[in-house]
C-alpha cells in the first residue's frame, strides 16, 4: 500500500481526511502529532498507542480516539493494516479531550472505507458532504472499551507505575508498592486512586490485561502468557479476561488457533 502522511493534504479545505496505511509487524512510529483530531482503526493486526498519560491498545476491528494535538507514539503487533481518519479540530470540540478506545460497527467501517477511497483531488460534492455528515455523526456514536491505562503525571508513583507495566504480574502486592515508594499504605491507597483513576488491585489488573493483548495476538499461547502475568493456570487468567470484555482471549481477537 502506497503510504500518503497526512501532512501532504493537510492543507485540503475537508473537515475530514482518510487514509488507509499498512505496517510491518514491529514497526514503531516515533512521538508526534497532528493538527487534526485521528481515529485510527487497525483492520489487522495491534495498535499499542502510548502518550505521556497512558497507553492503550487496540485489538482489530476496534479503534482509538486520538485528541488534535496530542502527541502519540504507536508500536505495531503483527502484520497492521489500519483506517485512519483526520477531523479539522472546529468539527470535535465535542469529542472526548483524552484518547479513548472505542468499538467500530460494520457501518462505520464502510463509512471509513468510503471516505478513505476518495480522491484528494476531487472536489467536493452533494455525496461527499452527505458521507461526511453521516460519519461525524456516527462518530459521536462510537462506545468507549475498556482498553486504557493511565499513569500518575509526575511523582514517585509514575516510575512505579511504568516500571509495573513493563512486567505486570497479578501477584504484586500494595505492601511492596508501599516500600517502594515509602508511603503508608493508606496514603498510597488514596494516592494511586486519585492520580490513576482506580485503585491498585484494578489497575494491576488491567495491567495485565493490556499486556496480555498484544503477546496474544503476536502468537503466544494462553497458558504461556496466563503463566508468566502469574495466574494459577489458564482458566483463571480466561475467567477474568471474560469477565473483563465478555469474550475469552481467542474469541475476542479474534484468533481461531487454539491455547
Known amino acids: 500500500m502506497q503510504q500518503i502522511h497526512v501532512e501532504q493534504i493537510d492543507h485540503l479545505r475537508r473537515p475530514v481526511i482518510g487514509i488507509g496505511a499498512a505496517y510491518i509487524d514491529g514497526q514503531l512510529v516515533p512521538p508526534h502529532k497532528h493538527r487534526r483530531g485521528q481515529l485510527i482503526s487497525p483492520a489487522t493486526?495491534?495498535?499499542?498507542?502510548?502518550?505521556?498519560?497512558?497507553?492503550?491498545?487496540?485489538?482489530?476491528?476496534?479503534?482509538v480516539w486520538i485528541p488534535p494535538a496530542t502527541e502519540h507514539h504507536v508500536r505495531m503487533v503483527g502484520?497492521?493494516?489500519?483506517?485512519?481518519?483526520?477531523?479539522?479540530?472546529?468539527?470535535?470540540?465535542?469529542?472526548?479531550?483524552?484518547?479513548?478506545?472505542?468499538?467500530?460497527?460494520?457501518?462505520?467501517?464502510?463509512?471509513?472505507?468510503?471516505?478513505?477511497?476518495?480522491?484528494?483531488?476531487?472536489?467536493?460534492?452533494?455525496?461527499?458532504?452527505?458521507l461526511l455528515e453521516v460519519l461525524t455523526f456516527e462518530m459521536r456514536r462510537l462506545p468507549a472499551l475498556p482498553l486504557s491505562l493511565h499513569f500518575p503525571s509526575e511523582g514517585p508513583l509514575t516510575d512505579l507505575c511504568r516500571?509495573?507495566?513493563?512486567?505486570?504480574?497479578?501477584?504484586?502486592?500494595?505492601?511492596?508498592?508501599?516500600?517502594?515508594?515509602?508511603?503508608?499504605?493508606?496514603a498510597f491507597t488514596r494516592?494511586?486512586?486519585?492520580?490513576?483513576?482506580?485503585?491498585?488491585?484494578?489497575?494491576?489488573?488491567?495491567?495485565?490485561?493490556?499486556?496480555?493483548?498484544p503477546r496474544l495476538a503476536a502468537g503466544e499461547q494462553v497458558t504461556t502468557v496466563a503463566l508468566d502475568l502469574g495466574y494459577e493456570n489458564p482458566s483463571a487468567f480466561t475467567l477474568m479476561f471474560k469477565r473483563a470484555f465478555g469474550r475469552p482471549p481467542l474469541d475476542y481477537l479474534g484468533l481461531r488457533t487454539l491455547a
Not at 107 to 123: H, T
Not at 166 to 177: D, N, V, Y
Open 45 to 63: 493486526g495491534v495498535i499499542v498507542l502510548a502518550t505521556p498519560d497512558g497507553t492503550w491498545v487496540v485489538p482489530p476491528e476496534r479503534g
Open 191 to 213: 494516592q494511586f486512586r486519585c492520580e490513576t483513576g482506580l485503585s491498585f488491585v484494578a489497575w494491576r489488573q488491567q495491567a495485565c490485561l493490556l499486556s496480555a493483548l
Open 79 to 130: 502484520t497492521v493494516s489500519v483506517q485512519n481518519l483526520y477531523f479539522e479540530p472546529d468539527t470535535v470540540l465535542d469529542l472526548p479531550a483524552n484518547c479513548q478506545v472505542v468499538g467500530i460497527s460494520t457501518f462505520m467501517r464502510s463509512i471509513m472505507a468510503e471516505v478513505i477511497a476518495l480522491s484528494p483531488n476531487d472536489e467536493p460534492d452533494r455525496r461527499t458532504d452527505a
Open 163 to 186: 516500571e509495573l507495566f513493563r512486567k505486570p504480574t497479578i501477584r504484586q502486592t500494595i505492601e511492596h508498592c508501599c516500600e517502594r515508594v515509602n508511603m503508608s499504605r493508606r
